[in-house]
């Protein structure tokens, strides 16, 4: 089975300097997530670098994606790509069909990116850093 978020290095689209140095991760109201979101995509479509940012709703949600495991899971990669899942799971001393699952959940975010070289995975981050921001409001009654 392939992966659709498999990056082929020899792909002339493949250019991991179009990343920014910093991915952001923020968590804020849907609305504010929702114009913010415009906003960058109006500024892209005018040919302006924007930065790449995950947004969520709620905290919660934050919460269950970074869990202790997969921040330690991207540091390891950020610090020293593997050959390969088999030996990240190794360096991690987990699993491997745990950091399977881990790196799988965190490619859906486009945090972790994917190439194959021969038979193994290699995982991958384009960032230098992961950035955090939230904000909270006041619970706001149903209209």
Do not use: C
Request: negative net charge; aromatic residues 8%.
């Amino acid at each position: 089975m392939t992966n659709e978020r498999e990056t082929d290095p020899d792909d002339e689209r493949f250019d991991e300097e179009e990343y920014p140095a910093t991915l952001r991760i923020v968590v804020r109201p849907d609305d504010r997530a929702l114009d913010g979101m415009r906003e960058r995509a109006d500024r892209w479509i005018d040919g302006e670098a924007v930065a790449h940012i995950v947004s969520f709703g709620e905290t919660s949600a934050l919460r269950q994606l970074l869990t202790d495991r997969r921040v330690e899971l991207l540091r390891s990669v950020m610090a020293d790509r593997p050959a390969s899942i088999s030996a990240l799971s190794d360096r991690l001393e987990r699993d491997y069909r745990d950091v399977y699952d881990d790196l799988d959940l965190l490619a859906d975010y486009d945090i972790v990116r994917f190439r194959t070289d021969g038979r193994a995975k290699q995982s991958y981050v384009s960032y230098e850093e992961i950035e955090f921001s939230g904000t909270i409001t006041a619970d706001r009654p149903a209209a």
